[in-house]
């Protein structure tokens, strides 16, 4: 278990519809990262936050928006869901945000929409 | 921006051998370098990073060796086993603001038994 907790696990939704998918980082952890992972592929940056504010920004969509609440939880918002969204969403979370320590991924949330 | 590259996309070893998998990096300000290991459909886990400043780490049955002025890195398993059968991933980082991990494509290794 790495201490990352996302929520839900499994998500199907339809087209055009918005989903909004959690993330609690370890304790202790200040920054978050997600990450998509279509079917086969690697691993594709969305954005990043350290202790609430945006530090680096991703391939993340317009339709796609995230924020990082004063508890440090993460939520990840992606609206106009089109077919092609269906994917893995990973959250991540790191103890610093200078890139010196390594990720610690949560269990990811799959995404289908039909 | 980092470009990492990651060879071979497959690979497919006899259990009891030893595989490879090579990344090499772009940025020479890059100095930190992690590889995950995922199991199909399960999250990425690191499984072992090595620092700029070291040559060589090692953890039991896996081992990972920076070369600094090639810029390139690699992991080592040695004497594999059908659990070892995962996509890897390596990883740069660098220090500083902003996004600092970029990922490899990935190695799909399968172990033979």
């Known amino acids: 278990d790495s201490g990352v907790t996302q929520t839900p696990k499994h998500l199907i939704t339809a087209t055009g519809q918005r989903v909004t998918l959690r993330c609690s980082p370890r304790s202790g952890d200040l920054s978050v990262y997600w990450y998509q992972q279509s079917l086969d592929q690697g691993l594709q940056f969305l954005i990043q936050?350290?202790?609430?504010?945006?530090?680096a920004k991703g391939n993340i969509l317009e339709r796609f928006s995230a924020q990082q609440f004063p508890d440090l939880h993460s939520e990840l918002n992606l609206s106009s869901l089109e077919l092609g969204d269906s994917a893995l969403y990973f959250c991540?979370?790191?103890?610093?945000?200078?890139?010196?320590?390594?990720?610690?991924f949560g269990n990811g949330t799959r995404l289908t929409v039909t | 921006g980092e470009n990492v590259e990651q060879h071979p996309s497959t690979l497919s070893v006899q259990e009891g051998d030893s595989a490879v998998i090579k990344c090499t990096y772009s940025d020479s300000a890059s100095n930190y370098f992690p590889w995950y290991k995922q199991e199909l459909g399960k999250r990425p886990q690191l499984i072992i990073d090595?620092?700029?400043?070291?040559g060589e780490k090692k953890d039991q049955r896996i081992a990972v060796t920076l070369n600094k002025t090639a810029k390139h890195f690699s992991l080592h398993i040695t004497e594999t086993q059908p659990e070892d059968s995962a996509v890897y991933f390596c990883?740069?980082?660098?220090?500083?603001?902003?996004?600092?991990?970029?990922f490899g494509t990935g190695t799909s290794l399968t172990v033979i038994p």
């Open positions: 991540a979370s790191s103890v610093d945000s200078g890139g010196n320590s390594p990720l610690h």
């Open positions: 090595i620092r700029s400043n070291v």
């Open positions: 990883a740069a980082s660098k220090s500083g603001t902003g996004n600092q991990f970029y």
């Open positions: 936050y350290y202790n609430g504010e945006e530090r």
